[in-house]
Structures are given as C-alpha cells and as structure tokens.
C-alpha cells in the first residue's frame, strides 16, 4: 500500500510540475512577445528556459529530501552551488504564480476588478499629460 501511494504521489507531483510549467511558460512567453528585444522563435526558447528554471528551483526549494542529496562523511549536507541562480527563478515563479492566483481570486470573489485599475491608470496618465502641457504653457509664457 505504502509503495502504490509512493508511485502515486510522484506522478501527481509530476502531473502539477507539467501544468505550473504551462502557467508559467505561457505567462513568460506573452511578456517576451511584447518586448522587441527578442523575435519569435527567440522568446519561445527563452520562455522554455525560464520556465525549466523556475520549475526546477521550485522543486529543489520545496519538494528536496535528503534522498536526493547525497550526505557527505561528517553527516553533513553538501551544499549545492547553483541554489544561487536558482533562486531568483523560484521567486519569479512564486510571484507569477500569486499574482494569477489573485487575479483569479478578485475576478470570481469580487474585490476591485482590475479593469477599474486600468481605468484608474489611464485617468492617472491623462492627469501627468495635462500637468506636462501646464508646465510647458508656463516656460513658454516665461
């Protein structure tokens, strides 16, 4: 029985790691889609790899035993030199992760939609626009 909920339990885990992978490449990919720093076939690639990173600095980060990290002599654990760059990933993938949860929490619960922000946004922009042209109206009156 313990053996049974052992594979199950991996291949769960396997089955949630496939769809954060997805969240998180289609996320990535749509921000690199709207820099013109990278062309098509680029920001796919990009995203790929990121998005590897992410899941694979989410796993090193939570999911870790000590099955997978050999113990040294003295009983220590060995540190892993790339848990450094991995971190950053781990932290983008749990800040894009968070933010859709809230998204989706404020859309099906209510809250401030965020349409209203992006109205508050744009209204905030017109209000820069007009003081700018005072400001200009004002030099050139000087």
Known sequence: MKHCILALSDVFL???????FV????????????????RKKTSVVVAICVSLLCIIGLHQHFFATTDDIAITADGDKPVNGFNFLL?????????ILLTLLLLFLFKKFG????????????????????????????????
Not at 23 to 38: G, P, R, W, Y
Not at 90 to 95: D, F, K, Q
């Open 14 to 20: 396997l089955v949630c790691a496939g769809a954060i």
């Open 23 to 38: 969240i998180l490449f289609v996320t990535i990919h749509q921000a690199l889609k709207q820099m013109s720093l990278f």
């Open 87 to 95: 971190l950053p990933y781990t932290a983008l993938a749990l800040a």
């Open 111 to 142: 809250g401030e939609r965020p349409e209203s922000l992006s109205k508050y946004r744009e209204g905030l922009i017109e209000r820069l626009r007009r003081s700018e042209k005072s400001d200009e109206e004002t030099r050139i009156g000087k």
